[in-house]
């Protein structure tokens, strides 16, 4: 029937008459017939039919399930080797089965499974001799088929063995649990990469990270990393493919995960190279499921807008793009605001297991306990409901041992929810979500577990637990702001002991810092006036200290209705479209660029120099990111620090288009090893020194792509100033009244006499080169990034701490908006499609939509050597200090900024470190600067016909009481030696 069908199909029944298979039909089918006709078995030429094993690929192609050249090729020599090999047997069989030609005599019983046995061994050519043939028609068979065999068996056999050498151990399919998810994980695969990611992915600080991890990648793993693989094999699993090919996106089954990530190559020759491939695997993904969670890394921020125009790309899903470039400068951004703040933030989103000893150093023990803090989301629980956020702050600090840091709101009218932080009298409803700093997700469970009724009388932290009583089960718990208010009423009282002047919550600031009250008008004031530096026989500013240690205040009275937003910010166009940045028009980079004498002549103080190595055709690195969270508009414009690039000037004239709507910018063209430079642009008085590299690192030794860097931070430490006589002269008449911290002595050392003393951060490519930075250190080579002193000092920062950003996305969505909010000023999904159109920033005149923008939180640094926070510093707690700073000013204390030497020793080091939030009763030295989140005050603005007849700035204030002036200064100023504020900022270009 087979034969019919076939020859009834042929298209050619010539043809088809003359085929090797039709003649296997006509050898085989009719001795059935005669086999039946004659009533008796004739083995005859069935075993021809095991050349039709040869189709056997052919047919399982037809089935789609031979899919890859190397199994089709495969398929076709085993079935070419055994066809022929059972087909030989068969005749073998049946020869010696007949007997000798021509009376079929002497026949020889063999079975057809020893003919096949006896080929095998007659092909290997091993030849045990236990079977042979006994015909002669048999051996004239055998002796052909040795010749036929052999080659067959040499050459079909070896070709078997390599096909199947090459099918990698790496090319299975992924078969997961049911139930259990997983994630993708593909772009840059290395073993440094992989170790990195699943050292933060699968930390034992998160929750049962129930989650197998599928890295997909084309090269197969090297020995060191098919060992991190193996120890990791319950958790991990590694597919070689391409991201491209649908046939291996199959076998990782991407359809299925939760999400898959895309790593980039930071230290790759060509940025843009690298995200253009990275987006076109987003494209590729996207393509084959259009519905998976994508979350990919980025070099270039100018790449982000490409991810855009992916039709299935979408962020309210869980897409997000991490830009390296974006975030690294955003963080070295608000370290110029805040120094330090850096290094709190990446030991955040990071997640790191602390172990202190008693062998360290006390300020490590300190350092190590706040790395081990990493940042939580968890709802809060109906108790909390209806409390404002400082009372709900102060109620998990106090009570709970946690530190809330903002809340998801969710709209009114049902769109997009949008995170708060530390948001100004907002009162939090039912179900929401708050974002704690703790040491682990245990911890945070507090914050949900929390009862009125049942832990009313706790006070071990550690035994709030679930508690069963049917208001919590139900969800219908009243909430109780009486208690919160019996809480805090229960801690002012404990800070009234300390002799700090408290308030209840909601009610008017009463404060140290208020000198008077004008009855005229009822409003608190307390204005800043900055003194104008005493020029010297040069015009230059004597000293920054000198300048920046006296503030006088004085008590300004307006109306009211004088306290809103005066009339030229209506007409002018003062900030962006959005609202969120400060805006000016295009200006040309000439008008811009400053020449040594210029700089020399220019007042430069309380500013920003940005020391840029770059050559003319080196990748863009976004100086935008690093500005524009300087722009915020939630800064007042007097209060931003001017930002002097020193660099090549052909490089920066690439960078322009994107810098030239942003205020307060100079260029100067020079290079940053140069002393005279440094010089001119007074690095001895900035507020913070950015050292950046944009030059692509070298293939040949990686190490030394920082060197630029590292060079130019010695360089000015190695530099002196000649400002010594100006500091000591400025103070040796208010010496009687300064305590130690103010004696000359500690004076000089912690002054800006000596380059060490200039607030510097340097950006390093290699993690490794940060123990050239700090020559007085004794940091091992092989020690982590994040234990070294310059990284704990908040001097350093390497881009591979943003790696830890992938897990925590992942984990988190939430996470990454809040952190991008602080880091970057207040980036949004509106400007981003603004700033993708490639026409840089637009202004746009205000309105209350766009200044309702301005109120937002920012990040900032007081000190607690004199002003109203100054009680704490003579051995207050930490506690007391967080609960009056968030009542009275409506500032989040989040960490301290302390000094490595606290002793008044000549030779003790000015270094400060990182203590991220603090236990409760950690003691407080006067030296310690605070980070705080401090919110917007509207009341201070700036007014250029006011001032005092010396060319001084004048701060109006009304309706608040401040503590900060300009942002990561205070108007307490600070110890001696450690100035607080700013001298008189240069006019804008």
Not at 471 to 491: A, C, T
Request: with cysteine; charged share 20%.
């Amino acid at each position: 029937v087979y034969f019919f069908i076939r020859f009834i199909a042929a298209s050619d029944k010539f043809w088809f008459m003359l085929e090797l298979y039709s003649f296997v039909d006509y050898f085989t089918i009719p001795p059935s017939f005669v086999s039946i006709y004659l009533n008796r078995t004739w083995i005859g030429l069935r075993f021809l039919r095991a050349l039709r094993l040869m189709t056997v690929p052919d047919i399982l192609q037809y089935l789609n399930i031979l899919k890859t050249s190397t199994s089709i090729r495969l398929a076709q020599l085993i079935s070419i080797f055994i066809s022929v090999w059972l087909t030989a047997a068969g005749i073998i069989h049946l020869l010696e089965n007949s007997g000798d030609l021509p009376t079929f005599s002497e026949p020889v019983a063999i079975s057809y499974w020893n003919a096949v046995y006896f080929l095998m061994v007659t092909m290997s050519t091993v030849g045990y001799g236990d079977i042979t043939c006994g015909t002669s028609l048999g051996r004239v068979v055998q002796l052909m088929f040795l010749a036929v065999g052999l080659a067959l068996f040499a050459s079909v056999l070896p070709e078997i063995l390599e096909l199947l050498g090459s099918q990698s151990k790496w090319a299975g399919t992924y078969h997961g649990d049911k139930g259990k998810r997983h994630i993708v994980v593909c772009g840059h695969i290395t073993y440094e990469s992989v170790s990195h990611f699943l050292k933060d992915f699968l930390h034992e600080d998160r929750e049962d990270v129930d989650v197998e991890v599928v890295f997909l990648h084309r090269a197969e793993p090297d020995l060191e990393f098919e060992g991190l693989l193996k120890r990791q094999h319950t958790r991990v699993k590694y597919f070689q493919g391409s991201l491209m090919n649908a046939m291996d996106l199959e076998r990782a089954k991407v359809h299925e995960a939760d999400a898959c990530l895309v790593l980039a190559n930071k230290y790759c020759q060509d940025p843009d190279a690298e995200d253009a491939a990275n987006i076109m695997r987003v494209i590729s993904i996207k393509n084959y499921s259009d519905d998976i969670r994508v979350i990919i890394q980025l070099m270039q921020y100018h790449n982000k807008a490409y991810l855009l125009n992916i039709p299935s790309w979408d962020w309210k899903q869980g897409d997000d793009v991490i830009c390296l470039a974006e975030l690294k400068l955003g963080f070295i951004a608000q370290s110029c605001l805040a120094p330090g703040f850096s290094t709190m933030m990446a030991n955040l989103f990071a997640m790191r297991s602390f172990k202190t000893s008693p062998d360290m150093a006390a300020w490590q023990n300190d350092y190590l306990q706040g790395t081990g803090c990493e940042m939580y989301t968890e709802t809060l629980s109906p108790t909390f409901t209806g409390m404002s956020f400082s009372q709900a702050s102060e109620l998990c600090f106090v009570k709970l041992k946690l530190l809330l840091l903002a809340i998801e709101v969710k709209s009114d009218d049902g769109g997009d929810s949008k995170i708060s932080i530390n948001p100004r009298g907002a009162k939090i409803p039912a179900n929401t979500v708050g974002f704690f700093i703790a040491q682990s997700a245990e911890e945070v469970k507090r914050a949900w577990f929390y009862c009125k009724a049942c832990h009313e009388d706790v006070k071990d932290e550690n035994q709030i637990k679930k508690c069963k009583c049917k208001n919590f089960v139900g969800g219908m718990m009243i909430h109780s702001v009486i208690k919160s208010q019996e809480i805090s009423q229960h801690i002012t009282a404990k800070g009234k002991s300390n002799g700090v002047a408290t308030t209840k919550p909601g009610g008017p600031a009463q404060s140290s810092m208020v000198n008077a009250t004008k009855p005229a008008n009822n409003v608190k004031k307390n204005v800043s006036v900055k003194e104008e530096p005493k020029p010297n026989m040069n015009g230059r500013p004597t000293n920054k200290a000198a300048v920046q240690q006296k503030s006088a205040k004085m008590e300004v009275g307006i109306a009211d209705d004088q306290a809103k937003d005066f009339d030229f910010e209506k007409t002018e166009m003062k900030y962006d479209s959005t609202g969120m940045f400060h805006w000016t028009p295009a200006r040309a980079i000439e008008d811009c660029i400053l020449d040594r004498n210029q700089a020399a002549m220019t007042v430069l103080n309380g500013h920003v120099v940005v020391c840029l190595f770059a050559d003319p055709d080196s990748p863009l690195i976004g100086l935008r990111n690093l500005v524009m969270p300087l722009r915020a508009s939630n800064f007042h414009y007097h209060e931003l620090k001017h930002v002097v690039i020193v660099g090549s000037v052909d490089y920066i004239r690439r960078e322009w288009k994107t810098l030239q709507n942003l205020p307060k910018i100079s260029v100067l063209n020079g290079s940053p090893l140069s002393r005279a430079d440094l010089r001119a642009v007074n690095v001895n008085l900035c507020d913070m020194c950015v050292i950046l590299s944009a030059k692509v690192p070298s293939n040949d030794d990686p190490t030394l792509a920082d060197k630029e860097a590292i060079l130019a931070s010695l360089n000015i430490k190695a530099m002196t100033f000649d400002d010594t006589i100006g500091v000591l002269s400025q103070n040796n008449g208010a010496s009687d009244s300064l305590s130690p911290l103010g004696s000359p002595i500690v004076l000089q050392r912690k002054g800006s006499v000596y380059g060490a003393n200039v607030p510097m951060i340097t950006e390093l490519v290699n993690d490794s080169n940060v123990q050239f930075l700090d020559q007085d250190d004794d940091d091992d080579p092989d020690t982590e990034l994040y234990l070294t002193q310059p990284f704990a000092c908040g001097t350093a920062f390497a881009v591979s701490v943003l790696d830890s950003l992938m897990s925590t996305t992942y984990f988190n969505q939430n996470a990454l908006t809040l952190i991008r909010s602080l880091i970057t000023g207040g980036a949004t999904p509106e400007l981003e499609l603004i700033l993708a159109e490639g026409a840089g920033l637009r202004g746009g005149y205000s309105t209350p939509e766009t200044l309702s923008n301005r109120d937002r939180c920012r990040v900032g640094q007081i000190s607690l050597f004199e002003g109203p926070l100054a009680s704490f510093g003579e051995g207050g707690k930490y506690i007391d200090l967080f609960v009056a700073a968030l009542r009275n000013y409506g500032m989040l204390c989040i960490g301290l900024y302390r000094f490595r030497d606290t002793a008044n020793a000549f030779d003790a080091s000015s270094k400060r470190y990182v203590i991220t939030n603090p236990p409760t009763d950690f003691n407080l030295l006067p030296s310690d600067q605070v980070f705080v989140l401090m919110q917007f005050d509207p009341g201070m603005e700036y007014r250029p016909d006011w001032g005092d007849g010396k060319g001084g700035e004048r701060l109006l204030r009304a309706g608040h009481s401040v503590v900060g002036g300009p942002p990561g200064h205070s108007v307490v100023g600070g110890p001696p030696g450690h100035p607080a504020g700013g001298g008189k900022k240069p006019d804008s270009s």
